[in-house]
């Protein structure tokens, strides 16, 4: 069982920055792929953003390359989203999630069914 629980999230003007946290309850965290997907009412979840067990690889959504940044901090339990140059279509509830049926692994999926275990969501909300 892993519990993700994130926070971080609010009310920004377009062009600000946000940066979002991700907590994990597991003690194998180290060994875990991690990712970020968001999703809109009435819209499929998407995928953000995605890194390695050792943070070492990361995989973005092509919209958010070069103003988000996704990173993690083993000792920590935690993950995080740097979020910069905000528009207003990023608003949305964003998920952290984490695969826990595979131990350092190697590549990153960016279909939800990739995940077994998501947090509760931070809402994120641009304003123009």
């Known amino acids: 069982q892993v519990q993700l629980v994130e926070s971080g999230g609010g009310l920004v003007q377009a062009g600000g920055s946000l940066r979002l946290s991700c907590a994990a309850s597991?003690?194998?965290?180290?060994?875990?792929?991690m990712a970020w997907f968001r999703q809109v009412p009435g819209k499929e979840r998407e995928f953000v953003a995605a890194?390695?067990?050792?943070?070492?690889?990361?995989f973005y959504e092509d919209s958010v390359k070069g103003r988000f940044s996704i990173s993690r901090d083993n000792a920590k339990n935690t993950v995080y989203l740097q979020m910069n140059s905000l528009k207003p279509e990023d608003t949305a509830l964003y998920y952290c999630?984490?695969?826990?049926?595979?131990?350092w692994g190697v590549g990153f999926g960016r279909s939800r069914l990739a995940y077994d275990y998501w947090g509760q969501g931070t809402q994120v909300t641009v304003s123009s």
């Open positions: 890194i390695s067990w050792s943070g070492s690889n990361t």
């Open positions: 597991t003690l194998m965290f180290n060994r875990y792929t």
């Open positions: 999630a984490t695969d826990s049926r595979t131990q």
